[in-house]
């Protein structure tokens, strides 16, 4: 499904409503909130706005748990990082109990960080896959979403819900939830704005002979939902 938003504004707040409605709908069936957050631009916005009224004052603050998509491989404080930025925008501005936020941490080596993730994952969800209520994506112009870049080893995994991805043009490692894991989400949104995304997204709606070279194309929910929440500028090219 998708959704065309006016502007990048607009996007922000449907992105930020749709977050409080979730949130609420989870707390009532399970008594908790589940969301893996996206780093990047696009979503920073959604994040200020979660972390000011009227949406702070609507969202159970108390029962929700917050995880990455990915992460860099780069200090706490590094201005890359995702948690970092999270937390400026909107973790700094709520009452979340300090143990419900669980930040990819890369302190060691990725691949004993990757491990590491997965079996926070594992204990957490201690009755199978890691089933996230929400999972929030961007869209990269090369059509990456979380850390799942073109021509990695990490667009093939199946057993494994975390890897660690070298990024060449970075010059780092990363980390990030595989295909596998992102697709046992219960709802799984992208939020993509601006004309400079429009291009990529066409394709992401076009047939490909190579799914793993538009590796956002790899993204379909199991047993959930999938939403593509855009705005105008970058539906430019879609024919719906």
Same mark, same amino acid.
């Not at 707390?27 to 908790?32: L, M």
């Given at each position: 499904?998708?959704?065309?938003?006016?502007?990048?504004?607009?996007?922000?707040?449907?992105?930020?409503?749709?977050?409080?409605?979730?949130?609420?709908?989870?707390?009532?069936?399970?008594?908790?909130?589940?969301?893996?957050?996206?780093?990047?631009?696009?979503?920073?916005?959604?994040?200020?706005?979660?972390?000011?009224?009227?949406?702070?004052?609507?969202?159970?603050?108390?029962?929700?748990?917050?995880?990455?998509?990915?992460?860099?491989?780069?200090?706490?404080?590094?201005?890359?990082?995702?948690? !970092?930025?999270?937390?400026?925008?909107?973790? $700094?501005?709520?009452?979340? @109990?300090?143990?419900? +936020?669980? /930040?990819?941490?890369? *302190?060691?080596?990725?691949?004993?960080?990757?491990?590491?993730?997965?079996?926070?994952?594992?204990?957490?969800?201690?009755?199978?896959?890691?089933?996230?209520?929400?999972?929030?994506?961007?869209?990269?112009?090369?059509?990456?979403?979380?850390?799942?870049?073109?021509?990695?080893?990490?667009?093939?995994?199946?057993?494994?819900?975390?890897?660690?991805?070298?990024?060449?043009?970075?010059?780092?490692?990363?980390?990030?939830?595989?295909?596998?894991?992102?697709?046992?989400?219960?709802?799984?949104?992208?939020?993509?704005?601006?004309?400079?995304?429009?291009?990529?997204? !066409?394709?992401?709606?076009?047939?490909?002979? $190579?799914?793993?070279?538009? @590796?956002?194309?790899? +993204?379909? /929910?199991?047993?959930? *939902?999938?939403?593509?929440?855009?705005?105008?500028?970058?539906?430019?090219?879609?024919?719906?």
């Amino acid at each position: 499904m998708i959704r065309i938003c006016a502007d990048a504004e607009a996007l922000s707040f449907a992105a930020a409503d749709l977050f409080a409605a979730e949130a609420w709908q989870a707390v009532q069936a399970r008594g908790r909130f589940t969301v893996a957050l996206s780093g990047g631009s696009t979503p920073r916005r959604t994040y200020e706005l979660l972390g000011q009224e009227p949406f702070r004052d609507q969202i159970p603050w108390q029962n929700t748990h917050f995880f990455w998509g990915d992460e860099r491989c780069v200090p706490a404080n590094d201005l890359r990082n995702n948690a !970092r930025m999270a937390h400026q925008t909107l973790l $700094d501005h709520v009452h979340v @109990p300090s143990e419900q +936020i669980h /930040p990819m941490i890369c *302190n060691s080596s990725p691949q004993k960080a990757a491990t590491k993730y997965e079996e926070l994952l594992c204990n957490f969800f201690s009755s199978g896959p890691p089933r996230f209520d929400l999972v929030l994506l961007g869209l990269g112009d090369n059509g990456h979403t979380a850390s799942l870049f073109p021509g990695t080893s990490a667009l093939g995994e199946q057993q494994r819900w975390v890897a660690e991805v070298y990024v060449a043009e970075e010059g780092l490692y990363r980390l990030t939830l595989t295909a596998a894991a992102i697709n046992q989400a219960a709802l799984v949104v992208f939020l993509v704005s601006g004309l400079g995304k429009s291009s990529i997204l !066409r394709k992401v709606f076009e047939d490909t002979d $190579d799914p793993k070279s538009i @590796p956002a194309t790899l +993204i379909k /929910p199991v047993n959930g *939902n999938l939403l593509w929440l855009v705005d105008r500028d970058a539906a430019r090219f879609i024919r719906l």
